[in-house]
Nanobody, 119 residues
């Protein structure tokens, strides 16, 4: 059974930092592209950042320079370091895994972790 378990969300003041973690199980983690997405109330889910199995990263324009995605293939975990947070970063953040398993494309999601940026 595949599980993506996010942690690290919470309430933070504007200008603060948070580090999200996503622990994966049930997949060959090192072969998957991992990503973080977010969904604010009343808005569609949007990409935050992705990291390929080879370590190539991609960021949404809205977070470039403030956010760093990284992965530890020895721990089957992907991280999202978020700095200089602003209220517009408030959303539920979801971990995502995309990859191939026996010639079938797989797309897995975690349950999400709430990030609230407010005074």
């Amino acid at each position: 059974q595949v599980q993506l378990v996010e942690s690290g969300g919470g309430l933070v003041q504007p200008g603060g930092s948070l580090r999200l973690s996503c622990a994966a199980s049930g997949i060959i983690f090192s072969s998957y592209t991992m990503g973080w997405y977010r969904q604010a109330p009343g808005k569609q889910r949007e990409l935050v950042a992705t990291i390929t199995h080879g370590g190539n990263t991609n960021y949404a324009d809205s977070v470039k320079g403030r956010v760093t995605i990284s992965r530890d293939n020895t721990k089957d975990t992907v991280y999202l370091q978020m700095n200089s947070l602003v209220p517009e970063d408030t959303a539920v953040y979801y971990c995502n895994a995309k990859g191939w398993d026996r010639r079938t494309f797989k797309d897995y999601w975690g349950q999400g972790t709430q990030v609230t940026v407010s005074l």
